[in-house]
């Protein structure tokens, strides 16, 4: 079994920047393709973010190319979302999500494991 534990999100201006990153147990992580994803109240859970196994391959949603950036230390379980330029509308909790697979996809529902999510929000 993996466990995902997201970190770093909080409170921060509009036009502010913040990274969550997200921490994996066991030894797989390497061949996961990872993702990030967001829900706000009321709202779907989306994609915001992929990353093949490899970090070969990225994707974003279109709201936030140009603003954030994904990565991944595979040496160090971790995936990372960095966030600039931040608008009100990020507002969300992010989850970060691991597919067995290392191919990534923009489906929540392709994804194996999940973490309990972290909430940041964007003051106006």
């Known amino acids: 079994q993996v466990q995902l534990v997201e970190s770093g999100g909080g409170l921060v201006q509009a036009g502010g920047s913040l990274r969550v990153s997200c921490t994996a147990s066991?030894?797989?992580?390497?061949?996961?393709?990872m993702g990030w994803f967001r829900q706000a109240p009321g709202k779907e859970r989306d994609v915001v973010a992929a990353?093949?196994?490899?970090?070969?391959?990225?994707y974003y949603a279109d709201s936030v190319k140009g603003r954030f950036t994904i990565s991944r230390d595979n040496a160090k379980n971790t995936v990372y979302l960095q966030m600039n330029s931040l608008k009100p509308e990020d507002t969300a909790v992010y989850y970060c999500a691991g597919r067995k697979s290392g191919i990534a996809t923009i489906t929540a529902e392709d994804y194996d494991y999940w973490g309990q999510g972290t909430q940041v929000t964007v003051s106006s």
């Open positions: 990353i093949t196994w490899s970090g070969g391959t990225t």
């Open positions: 066991g030894r797989s992580f390497s061949i996961y393709a």
